[in-house]
């Protein structure tokens, strides 16, 4: 399985591209689960997806992802020999929430909005054991970006500063 997401902060946004690695097979024909997915960000230079980060996984076979009306993003991987690992992006990499859904034998999740849900983000599993109700809660996120705070205050400064040499006569050393 694979999926696609992207978000933006200010101008820039990020495009990524989530592959669900299942298993790999030895030279013995034996599969093995515990194997690397692979999370691949789009680089506009090259103008192609590019492996940013390897997430271990156990028998990976989909991926959710959620994206918050603030531009927090929530990733998961459903692995089938370890139940659910949820991700957010800090602005440098996809770190794991200490979040512990251990439901091996998950059969589908979803994670996403639903009206009047006083903005937090429904997540819903369905696993194969006996009872066939999906298990459902609900997840509520602070939105903290540090790199984005840190490159949005930089412009506004250049920005600033720039108005400010222009306007005291030295527009000859504002590019």
């Known amino acids: 399985d694979w999926a696609s997401f992207y978000f933006s902060n200010g101008k820039k946004s990020e495009h990524f591209l989530a592959v669900a690695n299942e298993y790999s097979i030895d030279a013995g024909g034996r599969k093995n689960y515990n194997i690397d997915s692979v999370i691949y960000r789009y680089d506009e230079a090259s103008e192609k997806f590019l492996p940013f980060q390897c997430i271990p996984t156990q028998g990976a076979y989909q991926w959710i992802t959620y994206k918050g009306e603030h531009g927090e993003v929530l990733l998961g991987v459903v692995n089938s020999a370890s139940g659910v690992a949820l991700y957010q992006y800090n602005g440098w990499r996809f770190v794991r929430l200490n979040i512990p859904i ?3 034998g998950v059969e589908w999740a979803w994670i996403g909005n639903l009206p009047n849900t006083l903005n937090k983000a429904l997540f819903m599993m ?12 609900y997840l509520e996120f602070t939105y903290q970006n540090p790199l984005g705070t840190y490159h949005n205050a930089t412009a506004e400064w250049c920005s600033t500063y720039k108005t400010e040499m222009a306007s005291d006569g030295l527009s000859q050393l504002v590019l």
């Open 126 to 137: 369905s696993t194969s054991q006996a009872n066939p109700r999906p298990a459902s809660s």
């Open 102 to 104: 251990p439901a091996p």
